[in-house]
């Protein structure tokens, strides 16, 4: 009986062990602890947004399910981008906490309006900035 409850607690502090490790590997190693704001000490948030235009078909159909996949995608890859122009600019370190994109039919309110989407996007960013 012994054996078979130190065998159980065994198995549980392993599997406890793993959990913690897997969680550790998954936490940033070179960031800082949040400070009272929710950044990290030495840190400043920037929120950056865009918002453009983007003509083609808004109904259902493959076309305009691949004008959607490009309008998200352009969100999504000048989110990617900022921290290397935060960095050549005012950044000693950066990274991308939050990105949204938001897509919108736009009404046509005259005949030779074209059809489309307004797209916008915003991203935040953890800067630490460079001294000089």
Do not use: H, W
Request: net charge positive; with cysteine; proline share 6%.
């Amino acid at each position: 009986m012994l054996s078979k409850i130190t065998l159980t607690a065994t198995a549980a502090t392993l599997l406890i062990v793993s959990a913690t490790a897997a969680v550790q590997a998954q936490m940033p190693g070179n960031r800082r602890m949040p400070g009272p704001n929710g950044v990290p000490e030495g840190y400043i948030r920037i929120t950056a947004t865009l918002n453009l235009f983007v003509a083609g078909p808004t109904g259902e159909g493959e076309e305009a399910d691949k004008l959607r996949d490009r309008s998200r995608r352009f969100i999504y890859s000048t989110a990617a981008r900022e921290c290397d122009i935060l960095r050549e600019t005012l950044a000693q370190e950066c990274a991308l906490e939050n990105v949204t994109s938001n897509l919108n039919v736009t009404p046509r309110y005259q005949p030779n309006q074209p059809e489309g989407y307004n797209v916008s996007g915003t991203m935040t960013l953890s800067v630490k900035l460079k001294k000089e």
